[in-house]
């Protein structure tokens, strides 16, 4: 397990964007990839984005398509999810996940060894 600590998550208005961070805590790895999850009330994880080790592979849940994107710098051991034109269907609490080995993306649940606590986005009307 890879300490990850999210950031980012809060209450905000339909059309809002937020950015939320994902940061390795303490362990300097490489070739790693990295993606974000989400959780809404009484519904089951699942995948938003993914990132490949060097950021040169992309891929985004057909749902936030042209509205989330993802990145990461690792020089910062930290990922990012840019979100714009927030809906209320994004309400939900996001993850954050490492696969320690791996230069692609992942989109499987099953793909990653750690994950993060968790940061609740609410979108209101």
């Known amino acids: 397990q890879v300490p990850l600590v999210e950031s980012g998550g809060g209450l905000v208005q339909i059309g809002d964007s937020l950015r939320l961070s994902c940061a390795i805590s303490?362990?300097?790895?490489?070739?790693?990839?990295m993606g974000w999850f989400r959780q809404a009330p009484g519904k089951e994880r699942e995948f938003v984005a993914a990132?490949?080790?060097?950021?040169?592979?992309?891929n985004v849940t057909d749902s936030v398509k042209g509205r989330f994107t993802i990145s990461r710098d690792n020089t910062k051991k930290t990922m990012y999810l840019q979100m714009n034109n927030l809906k209320a269907s994004d309400t939900a609490v996001y993850f954050c996940?490492?696969?320690?080995?791996?230069?692609?993306?992942?989109?499987?649940?099953?793909?990653?060894?750690?994950w993060g606590q968790g940061t609740r986005v609410t979108v209101s009307s």
């Open positions: 996940a490492l696969r320690t080995s791996g230069t692609y993306y992942y989109t499987s649940i099953r793909d990653y060894d750690s």
């Open positions: 303490g362990r300097t790895l490489s070739n790693y990839a």
């Open positions: 990132i490949s080790w060097t950021g040169g592979f992309t």
